[in-house]
């Protein structure tokens, strides 16, 4: 059974850093797609950074390029998710997900084709 728990979120002054962490459970890394997603009261779940199947490509929202990094610790069964330099438009509930089938190809970056999900954990970033 897949599984998929997540910690490390809380509240930050802007500027700030969190590191969000994913413990997984049930899958094999290197077969799986795995990302980070965000959603932010009223509205759609969105792209954070996630990392194909297959071919490792890994994908950044631009809205985060050069301040979140994605990161895999096989050792540990754990997804990470590095967020530096905070801004107030990054609160949101995070969620990991998990799927056998997206790769480079089919829509790894974006939620809809995501089969497994974590519960999610929260965001806040003060001004």
């Known amino acids: 059974e897949v599984q998929l728990v997540e910690s490390g979120g809380g509240l930050v002054q802007a500027g700030g850093s969190l590191r969000l962490s994913c413990e997984a459970s049930g899958f094999t890394f290197d077969d799986y797609a795995i990302g980070w997603f965000r959603q932010a009261p009223g509205k759609e779940r969105e792209g954070v950074s996630s990392?194909?199947?297959?071919?490792?490509?890994?994908y950044y929202a631009d809205s985060v390029k050069g301040r979140f990094t994605i990161s895999i610790d096989d050792a540990q069964n754990t997804i990470y998710l590095q967020m530096n330099s905070l801004k107030p438009e990054d609160k949101a509930t995070y969620y990991c997900?998990?799927?056998?089938?997206?790769?480079?190809?089919?829509?790894?970056?974006?939620?809809?084709?995501?089969?497994?999900w974590g519960q999610g954990t929260q965001v806040t970033v003060s001004s």
């Open positions: 997900a998990a799927d056998p089938t997206l790769d480079s190809y089919n829509n790894y970056e974006t939620p809809h084709g995501y089969e497994y």
């Open positions: 990392i194909a199947n297959s071919d490792d490509n890994t």
